[in-house]
T-cell receptor, first 114, second 113 residues
Framework: DADVTQTPRNRITKTGKRIMLECSQT?????MYWYRQDPGLGLRLIYY???????NKGEISDGYSVSRQAQAKFSLSLESAIPNQTALYFC?????????????FGPGTRLLVL | GQNIDQPTEMTATEGAIVQINCTYQ??????LFWYQQHAGEAPTFLSY??LDGLEEKGRFSSFLSRSKGYSYLLLKELQMKDSASYLC??????????????WGLGTSLAVNP
């Protein structure tokens, strides 16, 4: 079973719609992250959370919001989707207790905003 | 500023050796990661260097020189399945002394028969 799961895996929506992408993990990690990846722009951090009561903006948080419902769950919302939010979205987790604090990624959600 | 540079694309032949370079300029260096990402899939962790020198892990090795701000990933005995993007990421400190991960844009490696 995958340690980091994302739902949905693919989503097509229309401009102006509100959508939520969900991430769950069974790794027991405290830290969770949302990235988007666009061709030529690489991975860009949207939001991150170091524990349930902690939410931090990344480099491109405008137009997005997040909720850390539990240690294992971290959701990303697009309040009013726009076409330039079309991208591949990844959730990741890491464990500060581990010396490396390696980030482990979910399988990704491919989002198309029409 | 903080930035990471790596070549955009590389090609190599099956069975050969390829070296993918990464140079970085960051504050408060705290480790360098290499990830592999197949098209449309998630990045997966390959290696980590925090001290100078070579780390070997099977067919893959990673080298770090902190004084030069330089790392490379060496792939030996290339296989077709090694065709992927290779991402270099550096962990540094931000203004609040919190660690953050800075990602390169990735090097797309094509392995030809």
């Amino acid at each position: 079973d995958a340690d980091v799961t994302q739902t949905p895996r693919n989503r097509i929506t229309k401009t102006g719609k509100r959508i939520m992408l969900e991430c769950s993990q069974t790794k027991g990690h405290d830290r969770m992250y949302w990235y988007r990846q666009d061709p030529g722009l690489g991975l860009r951090l949207i939001y991150y959370s170091f524990d349930v009561k902690d939410i931090n903006k990344g480099e491109i948080s405008d137009g997005y919001s997040v909720s850390r419902q539990a240690q294992a769950k971290f959701s990303l919302s697009l309040e009013s989707a726009i076409p330039n939010q079309t991208a591949l979205y990844f959730c990741a987790t890491s464990d500060l207790a581990g010396a490396l604090e390696t980030q482990y990624f979910g399988p990704g959600t491919r989002l198309l905003v029409l | 500023g903080q930035n990471i540079d790596q070549p955009t694309e590389m090609t190599a032949t099956e069975g050969a050796i390829v070296q993918i370079n990464c140079t970085y300029q960051t504050s408060g260096f705290n480790g360098l990661f290499w990830y592999q990402q197949h098209a449309g899939e998630a990045p997966t962790f390959l290696s980590y260097n925090v001290l100078d020198g070579l780390e070997e892990k099977g067919r893959f090795s990673s080298f770090l020189s902190r004084s030069k701000g330089y790392s490379y990933l060496l792939l030996k005995e290339l296989q077709m399945k090694d065709s992927a993007s290779y991402l270099c990421a550096v962990r540094s400190y931000n203004a609040g002394n919190n660690r953050k991960l800075i990602w390169g844009l990735g090097t797309s490696l094509a392995v030809n028969p």
